[in-house]
């Protein structure tokens, strides 16, 4: 981590059709563990652009804080994911290539640890990122993801791996742990217990 008073920069890139879940769930873990480790984290939105992104279903519009021009430099980014259908889609599509996939595979060449949560794994899977590591994703995207990282190894029944400078977990619910996994090795493990008594979550 940086020095005490200087909080990690977390940038949690939204896209249209992003799943409600994978991104409020660890996200919140990350709000709770600033109320108890004041200044631990400057965590914020980032998209392409600053316009309304429409998550799953167009069920709620978010407005990101930052585009990736002007957002501060990530220590460690969080990718959610989506729809596999979405996700699908976004791998053919040479607008989400050139501006979220460059830049986030960009931010993590030079240091960023990258956290992926269910299907946003998929989203990385025509990159090199995961190339010699062990990885996971939603099940039912597990046969995509290995078919798409031949150089990785892609593992089911768990909740989330590290890899140090890779965190890639399960679906949806599963990136609760693996947020309260990174807070609690990061900050320790009672305020990690503490987060997940106050989450009433029993993952």
Known sequence: MKQTNQPLNVAFVIFDQVEVLDLNGPLDVFVKANVLHPNAYNHYLVSATKEVVKTESNTTHILPQYSFD????????????????????????????????????AQHQQGAMLFTVCTGSLLLSNTAVFDHLEVTTHFMAIEAFTQATPKAKVISGVRYIDQEKVLTTAGITAGIDGALYLVSKQLGEEIGNTIKQLFEYRG
């Open 70 to 105: 002007d957002c501060p430099t990530p220590d460690i980014i969080v990718l959610p994911g989506a729809n596999p259908d979405i996700v699908m889609n976004y791998l053919q599509d040479q607008n989400f290539q050139n501006t979220y996939t460059n830049w986030i595979v």
